[in-house]
């Protein structure tokens, strides 16, 4: 069985005790007392002499590389909440400072949501041929940049940033509190930019609480050579004079006289299955079945049973574009980014 323990203990360090499957959480590392369903501690030295197998770091980004500092000081394999540094020098810094130990590791899960993880499927099976542009529109900064990576299959490097800020007017029914008493239309920011990657190009396209707001759609476009995959459909040239549509369809169970219960079943594309859901039965969302399934690849990597889930280079990267996207947009310039040390 491998252990894990959980330094923060706010939303996000919630999904993590509440997930394990086949690991087991040890507890949280908080300031204060707390009413929890795992074991509370009050200080890092006390959850670590229970030796976990490696310690989620869910804490405020200012906070996190120091942690992630302490943590390898002391040999202790860690999946870092995104992004692992706030600022660019703080990027550097903590590569410079821990990036050679192999130890750090970044809880990037959406390329482990079911409905991304039949897209990524159906985009290395080849059937749209190789991937030259992705388009995202449902979350922001450093997830958006490694969804467009990985579908790209961009590496580590140099790109070419442009971007723009424009605000319009748009009604916020709801937020991460709930719905709003009132509905107020306000002002809300919406950040376009171009990434051009050697692999590709990148679409960012994200508005304010785009996240949460659901009078926006969230999409997601990948374009290959022979074809492109726009949410869930799919357009593709499968011989000369010959253009078939084939959709991505998710079987969910528990709707009308189907007793089994609300679930993900499987994604399936004509009669492929691109994605079966490992936790079944469980009645998870898909942020759940994601986290779930980062924790259990983490724990197959501190075996030495797996390879690593994503690796801190490719969480540096992450935001490093995501800041060029936010300096572009400031700037209202061309952003090159440079040689870095993790490339």
Request: with cysteine.
């Amino acid at each position: 069985m491998t252990t894990y323990a959980i330094v923060g203990s706010g939303w996000r360090a919630e999904y993590f005790w509440r997930l394990a499957d086949e690991l087991d959480c040890l507890g949280v590392v908080s300031r204060r007392p707390q009413d929890l369903p795992v074991p509370v501690f009050t200080s890092l030295d006390e959850c670590l002499r229970h030796k976990p197998d490696f310690v989620v770091t869910a804490v405020p980004w200012q906070v996190t590389p120091g942690l992630i500092r302490e943590l390898v000081g002391r040999g202790v394999p860690v999946l870092a909440e995104t992004p692992p540094a706030p600022h660019l020098d703080g990027l550097r810094a903590l590569w410079h400072d821990v990036g050679e130990s192999g130890l750090v590791q970044v809880a990037e899960q959406y390329s482990r949501m079911p409905a991304h993880a039949a897209r990524i499927a159906l985009a290395r099976s080849g059937v749209i041929g190789d991937i030259t542009r992705v388009d995202v529109s449902s979350t922001h900064q450093y997830h958006a940049v490694s969804s467009m990576r990985t579908f790209l299959g961009a590496g580590r490097g140099p790109v070419e940033v442009r971007a723009t800020r424009t605000t319009a007017l748009l009604a916020d029914p709801l937020s991460r509190a709930g719905w709003a008493e009132e509905v107020e239309t306000k002002p809300a920011v919406t950040t376009f930019a171009t990434v051009v990657f050697e692999e590709g190009l990148g679409v960012y396209d994200f508005t304010d609480n785009q996240w949460h707001n659901q009078l926006l759609h969230r999409r997601l476009l990948v374009r290959g050579t022979r074809g492109e995959l726009a949410d869930q459909d799919v357009l593709r040239l499968t011989a000369d004079r010959t253009i078939v549509h084939t959709p991505i369809v998710r079987r969910q169970t528990g709707y009308d006289l189907d007793l089994d219960g609300f679930d993900t079943d499987h994604l399936t594309f004509g009669a492929e299955v691109l994605y079966r859901n490992p936790y079944q039965g469980r009645r998870w969302n898909d942020e759940e079945i994601a986290i779930a399934t980062l924790l259990a690849d983490t724990g197959t990597w501190v075996r030495d049973e797996g390879p690593p889930p994503y690796p801190l280079a490719d969480g540096i990267e992450d935001h490093r574009i995501a800041l060029a996207i936010e300096e572009a947009a400031d700037r209202d310039t061309v952003v090159r980014t440079g040689p870095e040390a993790w490339h």
